[in-house]
């Protein structure tokens, strides 16, 4: 059994593991060994791995099966001690897993943990998918230290104090094994995007905990699959947070909070078309809320199941503020501006 397998999801990336596999070989530490999990490319990744890389373990899927099932099904073929979950456009520093394994080593409650993430174009800046460790509101909208919405803040040192989070960014995230397994891991209907938040709710829920090491730092390039402002993002990223609250929210908050959803969805669908004059973007979401409305009767077993699941209050998970209050009514665009709240 290894002790830590770093693993990197890849799909015609072949660009992005030439620019990031190397800092990846090289900084990490000698127990840990490097799978590359490929979701059935059609460019020359695998050559190039096989060439270039030979050390590198690789497992072949035979179709693409997306961000969330990819990494199931090949972590289903892994024995380790520890997952790292990597994205192919990752840089990483010297000595950045030793934070984070020790940190797991001493503290047997935590589940996952994340390290803070940078930016590669602006490198004193933090990068928009997981900053330093993630959060969501009382209505389900995520947000980081580090980033509320499109406000990306420079690392001043400000958030170098490890915190426990609600959610490790998917981009970089420690996990047990044993406990990515008992959770039920990714959630392979979701495809991309929300799938680590959905995860990580659900390991709070079991009593497990979630933190961000700032001492450990990687740089992260993003939106290299689906880019900001595409509209099957926009599409994904509303139906999966939709699906999440239904699965996570505990009986007497359910019904209230999918009603402020459905009145928020349809108001920023408005706003996309007359203020941005994203047409594309305003389909995306009349179409996620459509696909959430045809789809929740498979989601049913899993929120019991998972409501069964439950160990501790309900008020630790989430935010009890409206984000979208805060950041335009307001006008609190950074974290620490935001009202004080409960993490653990």
Known sequence: MDRIAIVILNWNGEKMLRQYLPSVLKCSADDAVVYVVDNAS?????????????????????????????????????????????????????????????FMDEHPEVAAC???????????????????????????????????????????????????????????????????????????????????????????????HVYCLPQSKVYHLGGGTLPKGNARKTFLNFRNNLTMLYKNLPDDELW????????LDYLAAVQTLVLNRHWGDCKAIFKARREFRKWIGDFRDDRRRIQKMRTTPQKKYRAPFSLLWQYYAHRHRIFSKLPHFQTS
């Open 42 to 102: 059609t460019d020359n990744s695998i050559g190039y791995l096989r060439t270039n890389h030979p050390e590198v373990r690789l497992i072949l899927l035979d179709r693409n099966w997306g961000f969330a099932d990819g990494y199931n099904r090949a972590l289903e073929q892994i024995e380790a001690e520890y997952f790292v979950l990597l994205n192919s456009d990752v840089e990483v520093t010297p000595q950045w897993l030793t934070p984070l394994v020790t």
């Open 114 to 208: 994340q390290p803070k993430l940078m930016s590669v174009e602006r490198r004193n800046a933090f990068e928009y998918a997981g900053a330093a460790g993630g959060f969501i509101d009382k209505y389900g909208y995520p947000f980081c230290r580090g980033r509320l919405f499109d406000t990306v803040e420079d690392d001043e040192g400000q958030y170098d104090t490890p915190m426990e989070i609600h959610w490790a960014t998917g981009a970089c995230m420690m996990i047990r094994a044993t406990d990515y397994r008992e959770s039920g891991g990714l959630d392979g209907r979701f495809f991309a995007h929300n799938e680590e938040i959905d995860l990580c709710w659900r390991l709070r829920i079991m009593g497990r």
């Open 256 to 263: 209230w909070v999918m009603v402020a959803r459905w009145f």
